[in-house]
């Protein structure tokens, strides 16, 4: 059975907003439409190929609207044609006021942090790089600045020591659904309130990570690295270059303490280890993709080559 209390129109594209729109529909919520980004062309082929929210919808014959220009005034007025009462936004562009103010209880967002901490593009990799022990997910009603709007609901979520920014994703994403449901279902029954978001603190930001961000920098501290290339891993991967060849870097260990060689050296008995002098100590290298090949084992990688 459908409630048509709340009109809803979701936003969102990539997996991780999957889950909080599957768990709307299926517990009867209207959603009304679906607001992703445009097909775009992959693979060799240059195929067109659907967001994982847009496939989604149409399995759940939900209509889809992919602007190209969020302010185009024939996007506005379709999107007003719905008369949506709430907006719920999970992984997707920052909106135009015209857009998140539309509705009459308003827009909210799901933000993998417990913000105000690590506002930004990418809060799952920096709370890993930063060696954070806890994280978590928060839903806030939007406004004008970017993640600061007043909060609805937060949950913690611990960060395991072999976590990478893969398995605590997989994590939040399935209990940041769980928190759009509660907060979803807090609205509908007119029990909550936006929380300001404290700002008399130190607030870490999680800025938008391109491929130069991830070049792992050997003057760095082996515990530094190991949460640098966890926090990057399995995507978009800290990188490096030894020798004269480029490597995608997945997982790395504390290897023994101590200087002996300049700092970026690295020592190999071309079988079965890696190691990289960092500073205050050595760096294991335990999985790793050289350019044009597949994601290998230190030990397959020297199967078949040398360094």
Not at 124 to 137: D, F, H, K, Q
Request: aromatic share 8%; net charge positive.
């Amino acid at each position: 059975m459908v409630n048509n209390a709340l009109k809803i129109i979701f936003m969102g594209t990539p997996e991780f907003a999957v889950p909080s729109l599957n768990i709307l529909v299926e517990n009867g919520f209207h959603v009304a439409a679906v607001v992703t980004a445009p097909d775009r062309p992959q693979g060799r082929g240059q195929k067109l190929t659907f967001s994982p929210v847009k496939e989604a919808a149409l399995k759940h014959n939900i209509p889809v609207l992919q602007p190209t220009n969020l302010k185009a005034p024939d996007f506005i007025q379709t999107l007003k044609s719905y008369g949506a009462s709430l907006q719920v936004v999970v992984a997707f562009r920052m909106l135009p006021e015209a857009v998140w103010a539309m509705p009459s209880i308003g827009t909210f967002n799901l933000h993998a942090s417990l913000l105000p901490q690590y506002r930004g593009a990418a809060p799952i990799n920096w709370a890993i790089i930063n060696g954070e022990t806890e994280t978590g997910v928060t839903t806030f009603f939007l406004k004008h600045e970017i993640d600061t709007g007043s909060i609805i609901f937060q949950e913690k979520e611990p960060i395991h020591a072999d976590d990478d920014a893969g398995a605590l994703y997989e994590r939040l994403m399935r209990k940041g659904a769980a928190l759009v449901l509660r907060t979803v279902r807090a609205i509908e029954a007119g029990n909550f309130a936006g929380v300001p978001q404290p700002e008399n603190l130190s607030i870490r930001h999680a800025p938008k990570i391109f491929k130069e961000t991830c070049r792992i920098d050997w003057h760095q501290t082996p515990d530094a690295i190991v949460n640098f290339v966890r926090g990057l891993s399995p995507y978009p991967a800290a990188w490096t270059v030894l020798g004269d060849k480029t490597f995608k870097v997945f997982k790395v260990s504390r290897g023994p303490a101590g200087v002996s060689q300049n700092i970026g050296t690295f020592l190999t008995n071309n079988k079965d280890h890696l190691r990289v002098q960092a500073s205050n100590g050595w760096v294991n290298i335990e999985l790793l993709q050289p350019e044009g090949k597949k994601k290998m084992t230190t030990e397959e990688f020297f199967r078949g080559n040398k360094l």
